[in-house]
Nanobody
Framework: VQLQASGGGLVQAGGSLRLSCAASGRTFSSNIMGWFRQAPGKERQFVAAIGWGGATTYYADSVKGRFTISRDNAKNTGYLQMNSLKPEDTATYYC????????????????????WGQGTLVTVSS
């Protein structure tokens, strides 16, 4: 699986962005999809994950109520809608997929994920 993340950019605090993750191959619908972010000098951290069919979602506490993860398996694409952005959301955002099911904290470790996109930079100005 190859992943291509896009949609990052510069936005003011309180603004919105929608990230996209385009996947190659026919296995996208059978993979869990997730989003992570990494700020300069910090470790990569979990943001959100979505199950195969899109009905099950998990979010880090820091983004709950502001971010929404979704997917369109017909288009082999996943999304991260980010609203009410804060300066502390500034980071490079990565999409990832994994074959095995994970739930909540079980999705958090980056090492548990199989495939990664190249990252897209989100900068939130105050």
């Amino acid at each position: 699986v190859q992943l291509q993340a896009s949609g990052g950019g510069l936005v003011q605090a309180g603004g919105s962005l929608r990230l996209s993750c385009a996947a190659s191959g026919r296995t996208f619908s059978s993979n869990i999809m997730g989003w992570f972010r990494q700020a300069p000098g910090k470790e990569r951290q979990f943001v959100a994950a979505i199950g195969w069919g899109g009905a099950t979602t998990y979010y880090a506490d820091s983004v709950k109520g502001r971010f929404t993860i979704s997917r369109d398996n017909a288009k082999n694409t996943g999304y991260l809608q980010m609203n009410s952005l804060k300066p502390e959301d500034t980071a490079t955002y990565y999409c990832a997929t994994r074959k095995k099911f994970c739930a909540d904290y079980g999705c958090y470790p980056p090492t548990y994920w199989d495939y990664w996109g190249q990252g897209t930079l989100v900068t939130v100005s105050s």
